[in-house]
């Protein structure tokens, strides 16, 4: 891989040489970059980017590692981190922010100043730009809701655009992001007043909710299976189905929650792809429906 790494630097980068991607997953699964590049603000990151398409470099971009499910071989591209930008800013019901910022981090910003809206992402692990690419979404909320337009890189043009509300193409877990033709750097987040009293007890009552139902004790990309129709709840499917606590090698389903793939120690790539085949195969066997595995698969 020809790149310049000294030119890398200079640019305001961290570099990590050979850096194993399990290290930044919640599922704990992932091989090894040959780099490992951290924009240190969102203009070196725009500039690091302009510099890795020009030279027709394999890229990647990751957030917080969350809903994303990466290949245990050594990987042929570098990977950049969103992890440093996270800037925000509020006027009003406006927030404004970076797409590094974790999503959970951000509903508590938007409690302390008695902003309502977010509170469905109180417990929704990964980034900004994480929930933004997949219209992240719990306990009846979702990203599109609430957000009202995206900064971003358009990998074409090769320089930033603002896409309104229409434009970003979101549905059930989809945006224009998965197109892979856009890079969201920042967004816009419209939200309203009200008692901070009721949305703390809001976020609180979730909060309970999630530790209580999910298996948040242990690694995993978080709900592993779209519901192929709005009726159809594949956590209470796979239960029906008697494979709850089902494994292959340390890859489990979650005897909490069904619908979660959990790493119970050393569980490789291999082993969750293997047992979520099995999953859909019974699925598809006994009711007829195709499961879409929902985290972001790297090859």
Do not use: C
């Not at 640019?11 to 997953?25: D, Q, S, V, W, Y």
């Not at 030279?55 to 994303?68: E, P, V």
Request: charge should be neutral.
């Amino acid at each position: 891989m020809n790149i310049d790494l000294k030119y890398l630097y200079s640019l305001g980068n961290t570099i990590l040489i050979n850096e194993p991607l399990k290290m930044h997953t919640t599922i704990k699964v992932g091989g090894i970059t040959p780099y490992y590049i951290i924009p240190k603000t969102k203009q070196i990151f725009i500039n690091t980017l302009d510099y890795i398409i020009e030279n027709k470099i394999n890229f990647k971009i990751i957030g917080g590692g969350a809903n994303l499910l990466i290949n245990d071989d050594t990987l042929n591209f570098v990977v950049l981190s969103t992890e440093y930008l996270t800037g925000y800013s509020l006027n009003e019901n406006i927030l404004i922010s970076e797409v590094g910022i974790p999503i959970s981090r951000l509903s508590y910003i938007a409690m302390e100043n008695s902003l309502s809206g977010l509170e469905f992402a109180v417990g929704i692990p990964g980034s900004l730009g994480g929930a933004l690419f997949m219209n992240a979404g719990a306990y009846g909320g979702q990203m599109s809701d609430i957000v009202t337009e995206v900064e971003a890189y358009d990998i074409i043009e090769r320089k930033t655009i603002i896409l309104k509300k229409e434009l970003l193409n979101f549905n059930y877990r989809k945006s224009i992001f998965q197109e892979r033709r856009y890079i969201s750097l920042s967004a816009k987040i419209n939200l309203y007043k009200k008692d901070i009293t009721n949305i703390k007890n809001k976020m609180k009552e979730l909060s309970e909710k999630r530790w209580e139902k999910q298996p948040l004790e242990f690694p995993s990309a978080g709900s592993f299976f779209k519901r192929p129709k709005p009726d159809f709840y594949v956590g209470t499917t796979i239960e029906k189905l008697g494979l709850k606590g089902f494994s292959i090698g340390d890859a489990e389903v979650s005897n909490k929650h069904a619908g979660f793939i959990i790493n119970k120690g050393n569980a490789k790539f291999e082993d969750i792809i293997n047992l979520a085949e099995k999953i859909k195969k019974v699925v598809k066997e006994k009711y007829g429906e195709d499961l879409e595995i929902e985290p972001e698969i790297w090859w």
